[in-house]
């Protein structure tokens, strides 16, 4: 443990991407007498969040950003993030009188740099899944498209076209895939790190949870075996996979059902997003291998680097004031009236508003320029 801390709770961070399995392991895992698992806490993510609200507030939300990074910037930011959170997974631990909490939050991948700022000395378990089945799964439970009109064919341009038209909580499932997933197969050369496998989890679920728990320093004996058990904990959740609930056996069908959920079209969009070289490194060549037998092509490394960059550029996009101010309610449609237009002029001071100003204008002009590299880059590779 760094010297920066005193005594601390035992924390685990167990680290996937969304519709990979974590709400399953997590849930296999706190069987043991040791181990509690709250289904999802985000806590890391508003931590290393600190300091960004929403524009709307009242005081103004670049003078609190302003502020609370001049403030921290001038102390070790990681000792009070890391005062508060073992304070916090503290009381849980007490409470559930355990000794090890597992914090499963599938989009730490975001926060990697953080949770190594604050809690470097904490072990991690990576969980990795088939891309195609967490496609199929995003398909299927939260009804995120994989391309962009059925009556055309994918390409570049128009998955470009769609990402700029859709919600951003639907192109976020998709970043998960492009940015998060080379980030999390990064992460397994992390010392602490243990490695599990989705697809050899389902099949030796026993063997595989007593080998997590070795390594997490618990007794493996002391879980008789890795059945499903009581998830009554996720009923007064609001996160966490819910088809845990209806289960009473650990379901390995879940393994192939992509091969029927996935349309060819649908497979080559994954493949583009992914890579076929990540796939491979990955150990996901068999089911390469299957899509290529149904017609998919690997189209090469520049495909998915373009994919990447532009999935960048829009979280970059993201990122900055603009994409709050831009006029947009959360469901993506354009706000009107005179109300809301006085609403925002009462909570927006004139900084604030001119500098909203100015993000829409350099937001517009980025998308067309994003949209111009991306026609210039597909004449280069001969993109259909």
């Not at 920066?4 to 895992?29: D, E, I, K, N, Q």
């Not at 390995?252 to 996935?262: F, N, T, Y």
């Not at 709050?324 to 001071?349: C, I, K, N, R, W």
Request: charged content about 20%.
């Amino acid at each position: 443990m760094s010297g920066r801390f005193g005594r601390s709770p035992a924390v685990c961070f167990l680290l996937g991407l969304p519709r990979s399995g974590t709400t399953l392991v997590a849930h296999l895992l706190q069987h043991h007498p040791d181990i509690v698992a709250p289904p999802e806490p985000w806590l890391m993510l508003a931590l290393e969040a600190f300091g960004r609200v929403d524009q709307r507030h009242p005081a103004g939300s670049s003078l609190i950003e302003a502020a609370t990074s001049e403030f921290l910037g001038r102390i070790d930011r990681a000792i009070p993030s890391r005062a508060f959170a073992d304070a916090a997974y503290d009381q849980y631990l007490a409470q559930a009188g355990k000794r090890i909490i597992l914090d499963k939050t599938p989009r730490y991948w975001m926060a990697l740099e953080f949770l190594e700022f604050v809690y470097p000395e904490a072990p991690h378990i990576l969980l990795m899944r088939n891309p195609y089945a967490i496609a199929a799964s995003l398909k299927s439970t939260w009804g995120v498209p994989l391309r962009a009109e059925i009556s055309h064919p994918v390409s570049v341009s128009s998955l470009t076209d769609l990402m700029l038209r859709l919600p951003d909580g639907i192109i976020t499932s998709l970043a998960d895939l492009v940015l998060g997933l080379p980030k999390l197969a990064a992460h397994r050369a992390r010392p602490h790190t243990q490695f599990v496998q989705y697809e050899l989890l389902v099949a030796h679920p026993d063997e595989e949870i007593r080998r997590l728990l070795a390594g997490l320093g618990c007794d493996p004996a002391a879980v008789a075996s890795a059945g499903m058990r009581q998830a009554d904990y996720l009923r007064s959740s609001s996160f966490g996979d819910r088809k845990i609930l209806e289960r009473n056996a650990v379901d390995q069908s879940s393994v192939k059902a992509w091969q029927a959920q996935l349309s060819v079209e649908e497979m080559q969009t994954v493949t583009d997003l992914v890579g076929a070289e990540l796939l491979l490194e990955l150990g996901y060549e068999q089911e390469l291998v299957h899509a290529q037998q149904a017609g998919v092509l690997d189209r090469g490394g520049e495909v998915t680097e373009l994919y990447r960059q532009i999935f960048r550029t829009w979280w970059d996009l993201r990122s900055t004031k603009a994409g709050a101010l831009s006029g947009l309610s959360d469901a993506g449609e354009p706000v009107h009236g005179m109300a809301a237009q006085l609403q925002q002029t009462l909570l927006a001071s004139e900084a604030d508003r001119a500098a909203g100003l100015d993000g829409i204008r350099n937001r517009d002009v980025a998308i067309e320029m994003l949209r111009g590299e991306v026609a210039r880059l597909e004449r280069i590779l001969k993109i259909p």
